[in-house]
């Protein structure tokens, strides 16, 4: 059974920095095809996804936050990062870590609790 966990969230002054970690179990990353991404979600807002990255190690951002945030992936390969700099108060929202591994990846399957990041201004 696949499960994802978030974890490192908080708050933070404009311009500061966080790193959120998301670990994924019950899937081997090793010889498979995946996706894993961090998706966030704000009171009164559309849900936006925020980066991905995939099994090739290809990465894509949201406009909002290329140039700011990267996302990673560490050994073992099921541990997942978002390194948020330059952090904004519009950057304030629920972050999920996201995860599919059907080929394509059309959606995501599996979805963490969530995160609470908050930046004051």
């Known amino acids: 059974q696949v499960q994802v966990v978030e974890s490192g969230g908080g708050s933070v002054q404009a311009g500061g920095s966080l790193r959120l970690s998301c670990a994924v179990y019950?899937?081997?990353?090793?010889?498979?095809?995946?996706?894993v991404g961090w998706s966030r979600q704000a009171p009164g807002k559309e849900r936006e996804g925020v980066a991905r990255i995939n099994w090739d190690g290809t990465t894509t951002y949201a406009d909002s936050v290329q140039g700011r945030f990267t996302i990673s992936q560490d050994n073992p390969k099921n541990i997942f990062y978002l390194e948020m700099n330059s952090l904004k108060p519009e950057d304030t929202a629920m972050y999920y870590c996201v995860a599919d591994f059907r080929l394509g990846c059309p959606d995501y399957r599996y979805w963490g609790q969530g995160t609470q990041v908050t930046v004051s201004s």
């Open positions: 019950g899937y081997s990353f090793t010889y498979s095809t995946y996706c």
